[in-house]
């Protein structure tokens, strides 16, 4: 079981940045994927950004050149940087593990993130 401690959610204004942090505890498996997704009121759940443990990244198109993804295998944690946020981006974001190869994945509870007009 693993378990996912985010952090660095709130309110921002239209423009600015933001840096989420997702550090897993437990039986981590070597090789996985880590990754961000965020849900929107009355949206389904959609992906953000994934990082694998070599370091291969995925982004969905409505963030490419905004967020980047990244990891720091040391600590295990997992950062979002997202930048030139929007209102659109508004969403509870939900930091997301994956063993790769299947075999389990786990969800953190959720960071509220805010960008007001």
């Known amino acids: 079981q693993v378990q996912l401690l985010e952090s660095g959610g709130g309110l921002v204004q239209a423009g600015g940045s933001l840096r989420l942090s997702c550090a897993p505890s437990?039986?981590?498996?070597?090789?996985?994927?880590m990754g961000w997704y965020r849900q929107a009121p009355g949206e389904q759940r959609e992906l953000v950004a994934t990082?694998?443990?070599?370091?291969?990244?995925n982004y969905a198109d409505s963030v490419k050149g905004r967020f980047t993804i990244s990891r720091d295998n040391a600590r295990k944690t997992v950062y979002l940087q997202m930048s030139s946020l929007q209102p659109e981006d508004t969403a509870v974001y939900y930091c997301?593990?994956?063993?790769?190869?299947?075999?389990?994945?786990?969800w953190g509870q959720g960071t509220q993130v805010t960008v007001s007009s």
């Open positions: 997301h593990y994956s063993r790769t190869g299947g075999g389990g994945e786990s």
């Open positions: 437990g039986s981590i498996f070597r090789f996985n994927t």
């Open positions: 990082i694998t443990s070599g370091g291969a990244t």
